[in-house]
């Protein structure tokens, strides 16, 4: 998850908003739920209509939930002045 947290931070340009935060946590969660089941289906070979439909559920909120991180990403915000400045000398970001 700490690899995927990392991915999505980067897609928002490397320093999400609370709101991108919280939709990151709100992947991850899902991302790791979906992750047990498909464990649970490989280790059993059998799913019930409920897991079904809790897997379709949750697969679709992931997928919602990055749609509303947006498929494109964020370019990288640009170093402020301030942060320029504060960097040694000779040093290019």
């Known amino acids: 998850m700490t690899e995927l947290r990392a991915e999505l ?3 928002c ?3 999400p908003s609370a709101t991108q935060q ?3 946590e709100l992947c ?5 739920r979906l992750a047990a089941m498909d464990a649970a ?5 059998a799913m019930t209509v409920h897991d079904c439909r809790v897997y379709l559920a949750w697969g ?11 498929a494109e990403g964020t370019p990288a915000r640009a170093p402020s002045l301030a942060e320029l ?3 040694p000398q000779g040093v290019a970001a």
């Not at 991850?28 to 790791?32: E, F, G, S, V």
């Not at 289906?41 to 070979?45: A, I, L, S």
């Open 13 to 15: 340009g490397g320093k």
């Open 9 to 11: 931070a980067a897609h």
């Open 22 to 24: 919280a939709l990151i």
């Open 60 to 70: 679709n909120s992931l997928a919602r939930t990055l749609a509303r991180l947006g």
């Open 85 to 87: 400045m504060a960097q």
């Open 41 to 45: 289906f490989v280790e059993t070979g």
């Open 28 to 32: 991850c969660q899902l991302k790791a």
